[in-house]
């Protein structure tokens, strides 16, 4: 059984940053990839950050240049930096993580971190 448990959410004013950490247990060989999504009220759940297998990244357009997403191998644990924040980068935001286990391969969500970001 794999789970994921997601830290980091909090209340900032615009401008500051915040790091959301995605903690991965359980049977894990390898994570393959890993993704961090956020859902703003009323409206969809959206592709922020990601980072494939070799490492290749590709963000949203509304996050470049301030969120870096990244890993921590050695503790199966993704992180998302986040800098320059701005009121509509408020959310609910959720790592995906797809990895391989000793019961096969198969993604996985955390259960969300509220981030809100306001004055």
């Known amino acids: 059984q794999v789970q994921l448990v997601e830290s980091g959410g909090g209340l900032v004013q615009p401008g500051g940053s915040l790091r959301l950490s995605c903690a991965a247990s359980?049977?894990?060989?390898?994570?393959?990839?890993m993704a961090w999504y956020r859902q703003a009220p009323g409206k969809q759940r959206e592709l922020v950050a990601r980072m494939l297998r070799g490492g290749t990244t590709d963000y949203a357009d509304s996050v470049k240049g301030r969120f870096t997403i990244s890993r921590d191998s050695a503790k199966i644990t993704v992180y998302l930096q986040m800098n320059s924040l701005k009121p509509e980068d408020t959310a609910v935001y959720y790592c995906n993580l797809f990895v391989s286990s000793s019961s096969g391969a198969g993604g996985y969500w955390g259960q969300g971190t509220q981030v809100t970001v306001s004055a």
């Open positions: 359980g049977s894990i060989r390898s994570i393959v990839d």
